[in-house]
């Protein structure tokens, strides 16, 4: 049995999109639990917190990576005949990425957390520009991305990473109203706007999971 380059590159897509959405899927659970106050005393809550934040490294490693590993995998396929100095850009940029994501981790809390974290942001916003541009063009035009499905494919990635976002920019006020929950212990005062704060990004997290799976079907059943 011979295993080409390519099908190597889609056992690592079908990986990387496993340790996605299932780690995800965790985090979402775990913030689930943390939001009952009334099961779990706040040390509790926090440890779940301080779990879920480390588990939410798998998917933010995993989205990273994606970004060289699809655009090595259309080359590979046949679907986009990109240049040598195109792909390795597009590791370079993942590698960037996976590294700010962890340093930021790292040295949480500090300034140097909060540099990576307004560098990831820029990054980000300049790939959901790149897919959403991709897609659309490619819909257009019928290039660089041939096929219906693959161009779809390429958008939807991009809306992606523009629902992720939103995740981030939605949960951004958790942090000063955690820090308000545990100076001044739980009470209506003080749980029930961090709990509409989670409320409002579960919204945005529904969106990713659907986008997700959305994506995976269009990737492997090819229907247009």
Do not use: C
């Amino acid at each position: 049995m011979t295993i080409t380059y390519y099908q190597l590159l889609v056992y690592i897509h079908l990986l990387l999109f496993v340790l996605w959405l299932g780690a995800d899927v965790g985090v979402f659970m775990l913030g689930q639990h943390f939001r009952k106050r009334k099961k779990y005393d706040l040390p509790q809550r926090l440890v779940l917190l301080q779990l879920l934040v480390n588990l939410d490294m798998v998917p933010r490693t995993a989205w990273a990576l994606m970004v060289p590993l699809t655009l090595t995998m259309v080359d590979a396929g046949g679907w986009w005949d990109l240049p040598v100095w195109a792909i390795a850009l597009a590791w370079l940029v993942g590698g960037l990425w996976v590294w700010l994501v962890w340093d930021a981790h790292s040295h949480d809390q500090t300034e140097r957390a909060a540099r990576d974290r307004k560098i990831e942001g820029w990054l980000r916003i300049g790939l959901t520009a790149f897919y959403l541009g991709l897609g659309i063009i490619s819909l257009v035009k019928g290039a660089p991305l041939m096929p219906v499905w693959l161009a779809t494919k390429a958008l939807m990635f991009g809306l992606i990473f523009a629902a992720a976002i939103m995740i981030d920019v939605a949960f951004k006020p958790v942090g000063p109203q955690l820090g308000k929950l545990i100076a001044e212990g739980s009470s209506d005062a003080t749980e029930v706007p961090l709990l509409t704060t989670m409320n409002r990004t579960r919204i945005w997290v529904w969106v990713v999971y659907a986008l997700l799976l959305a994506t995976a079907f269009l990737g492997n059943i090819k229907p247009f």
